[in-house]
């Protein structure tokens, strides 16, 4: 009697862990950062966690190397922004360098870690944009200056 009520007891947490886990789930990122449209200069990107959970610190590597003859500098930013049409959250930006480590002229490597929280709901699909620029600081939008993008990757969640 005692055994078939552990058999029984094991069988039912088993059903019940199985179907609490989703068989849904978003396609992993990793290797999926292609070049973005229209611009030379890309850069690797790894990304964790991948795919990407809210809420929770999202911290994203790039590596890369200046090849279109565009300098990176000290007020060049790395802006990453998440959503389909409009951004799920505001656009987080960072430094692409420091004084130590800038100008990045070409055929010389970069890379950059940074973290930031993602607090916001994500949509069933989305895209990410990791853009180098220099950002018009009287742009409300995070345009850039001259619409210059020096590097970018991006990849679509869906």
Do not use: W
């Not at 999202?58 to 951004?87: Q, Y």
């Not at 699909?125 to 409300?140: H, W």
Request: net charge negative; charged share 10%.
């Amino acid at each position: 009697m005692i055994r078939n009520f552990i058999f029984v007891f094991i069988l039912l947490a088993t059903l019940t862990i199985s179907n609490a886990i989703s068989l849904h789930k978003r396609q992993s990122l990793f290797g999926g950062f292609g070049p973005c449209p229209n611009v030379e200069d890309t850069f690797s990107v790894t990304m964790s966690p991948d795919p990407l959970v809210s809420p929770h610190l999202i911290t994203i590597t790039i590596a890369g190397e200046e090849v279109d003859g565009l300098t990176i500098d000290a007020v060049s930013s790395l802006v990453i922004t998440i959503g389909a049409t409009v951004p799920v959250q505001t656009p987080s930006v960072f430094p692409v360098c420091n004084s130590t480590d800038c100008p990045i002229f070409t055929g010389k490597p970069y890379s950059q870690t940074v973290t930031f929280l993602l607090n916001a709901p994500l949509p069933p699909s989305y895209q990410i944009d990791l853009t180098i620029g220099n950002i018009n600081s009287s742009s409300p939008d995070m345009s850039f200056l001259h619409d210059e993008i020096l590097a970018c990757a991006m990849a679509t969640v869906s």
